[in-house]
């Protein structure tokens, strides 16, 4: 892979990390570009985003678990974010096959 098209999939990739809005920023430039590293950042994303998501619809129920999760699931992002940075495809742990997996149609 050529030094211009790491670098593009690293800037999309690092979009992806910011938030969810981010992720769908990331997702629409990569639309156009379909770089395999920013797709498989956004997939990841995608996949902490959701977790998040579930994270507080338990909050609601039980706060410490809650937050033991949400301290795992920031963990996770800044896993994921340095990988980006790094302008590596580094699956986070645990759950980073899972939403390669089940994100895969993203891409």
């Known amino acids: ?3 211009q098209t790491i670098q593009e999939g690293k800037s999309i990739a ?3 990390y910011i938030t969810w809005v981010g992720t769908l920023i990331a997702f629409i430039m990569n639309n156009e570009k379909h770089n395999s590293s920013a797709a498989f950042h ?3 994303m995608v996949g902490l985003s959701l977790f998040s998501l ?3 619809i ?3 129920y039980g706060g410490f678990v809650a937050g033991i999760l949400a301290i795992c699931l920031f963990v996770l992002w800044i896993i994921g974010l340095i990988g980006a940075i ?3 495809e580094k699956k986070v742990p645990f759950v980073g096959d899972l939403f390669q997996d089940w994100f895969k149609a993203i891409g």
């Open 1 to 3: 892979m050529e030094n």
């Open 14 to 16: 690092i979009i992806s």
């Open 42 to 44: 956004i997939r990841q």
């Open 54 to 56: 579930g994270i507080s």
């Open 58 to 60: 338990i909050a609601r």
């Open 86 to 88: 790094n302008g590596e």
